[in-house]
């Protein structure tokens, strides 16, 4: 079966935004469900192969969590209560 190659590429985006003035602070590709079904196409993508299917939903929060929580790394006890979860895939 040939596979149609689409051009465009659709991605998740955090944007913080104060009087009037916004900026992109976070960003990432989504790859579509499918494409984890042919590894050919994602090994010629550039995608590793560790990356596995995210909704954008997914992206989102995942994003969110890093943004609210920078210093995740910290040893437990400093994180603020809401970066003691367990992050999100």
């Known amino acids: 079966m040939e596979r149609q ?3 465009s590429q659709v991605g ?3 944007a913080v935004a104060r009087d009037g003035v916004a900026a992109l602070v976070e960003g ?5 469900e499918e494409w984890f ?3 050919e196409r994602c090994r010629d993508a550039g995608i590793p192969e560790d990356i596995e299917f995210r909704t954008k939903g ?3 929060l995942s994003m ?3 943004l609210r929580c920078p210093n995740a790394n ?11 979860r367990t992050p999100l895939r």
Do not use: L, S, T
Not at 28 to 32: D, F, L
């Open 5 to 7: 190659d689409d051009n």
């Open 12 to 14: 998740v985006f955090a």
């Open 28 to 32: 990432e590709w989504y790859v579509p």
């Open 37 to 39: 079904a042919e590894p």
């Open 58 to 60: 997914e992206m989102a």
């Open 64 to 66: 969110i969590h890093r």
């Open 74 to 84: 910290r040893p437990r006890a400093g994180r603020p209560a809401a970066c003691r």
